[in-house]
């Protein structure tokens, strides 16, 4: 099991950035796929047709968002938390992923760079 960190910057305000994350509308804007997504905690969501799924563990909009992503049988809950925090005219999100399985790391940090975050900040700086 392994770790990721990554933090970027996104024109936007952090309610702007949580929106993207939570919404299952605008997940699908960014993603291209339909999305199963609500900010309440508890909730089971599925994105990229259930490619990633999990459950949300903690939300507290516009600043904090905990999830639990399922990898199948795994003796750690692999754990993603995003911190948003405004610098200025911007947010800096702030994300670490825990307990991502060895075989599947390096899919998980390209993704969460360009296909995910690198998504949202495409998304949200286009206009």
């Not at 911190?83 to 991502?100: F, G, M, P, S």
Request: proline share 6%.
């Amino acid at each position: 099991m392994k770790n990721f960190e990554y933090a970027t910057e996104v024109m936007a305000d952090p309610e702007e950035v949580f929106t993207a994350l939570t919404n299952p509308f605008q997940i699908e804007l960014w993603s291209g796929f339909p999305a199963e997504m609500k900010a309440e905690e508890g909730f089971v969501f599925s994105l990229w047709e259930g490619d990633i799924c999990g459950v949300n563990l903690k939300v507290a909009p516009p600043r904090l968002l905990v999830q639990e992503w399922f990898f199948g049988e795994t003796d750690q809950p692999s754990i993603v938390t995003l911190r948003l925090k405004r610098a200025r005219d911007r947010t800096r999100v702030e994300l670490t992923h825990a307990n991502i399985p060895d075989e599947v790391y390096d899919e998980i940090a390209t993704g969460w760079k360009t296909y995910y975050l690198g998504a949202i900040k495409g998304l949200l700086e286009m206009y």
